[in-house]
């Protein structure tokens, strides 16, 4: 028995495909609605749907809207291309929301490889997380 349609193959993402799967985990994570960011971008709610199953490309204009809208960098959002035409989502740092959602900021810095890290802090209390 076939299971197509039920998983999402990574080696076969488009670039779409994987900019929509970025974009649904933080909207899950923030607590938001598709609805919110069609509202927020100007695009119906079943069209919002579409771009993030992929099925709708995004233009440049409606990423920097979606990051607005969660308060990302947009290179948060952009995937990583891993052979022709195939693509992997951004890698997903729930810390990154900390940026914007009420939270206090997380302590974060970049590594020499560009990939964000916790940044180690010696004079934690026992009370911080």
């Known amino acids: 028995m076939s299971?197509?349609?039920?998983?999402?193959?990574a080696a076969?993402?488009?670039?779409d495909?994987?900019?929509?799967?970025t974009v649904g985990q933080y909207m899950q994570l923030a607590g938001k609605t598709r609805?919110?960011?069609?509202s927020f971008i100007g695009i119906s709610q079943p069209t919002m749907s579409r771009k993030i199953s992929g099925k709708i490309s995004w233009s440049v204009s409606e990423l920097v809207d979606v990051s607005n809208f969660l308060n990302l960098d947009i290179q948060d959002l952009?995937?990583?291309q891993t052979g022709y035409n195939t693509w992997v989502p951004a890698p997903f740092n729930p810390a990154f929301l900390s940026r914007g959602i009420g939270?206090?900021?997380s302590?974060?810095?970049?590594?020499?490889?560009?990939v964000w890290r916790a940044r180690q802090d010696s004079?934690?209390?026992p009370s911080d997380p």
């Open 35 to 38: 609805s919110a960011l069609a």
């Open 12 to 15: 076969t993402l488009t670039a």
């Open 17 to 21: 495909q994987a900019v929509g799967l």
């Open 107 to 114: 302590p974060l810095d970049r590594n020499e490889d560009g």
């Open 3 to 9: 299971n197509q349609g039920t998983a999402v193959d």
């Open 123 to 125: 004079n934690l209390q």
């Open 103 to 105: 939270k206090t900021p």
């Open 78 to 80: 952009m995937p990583l």
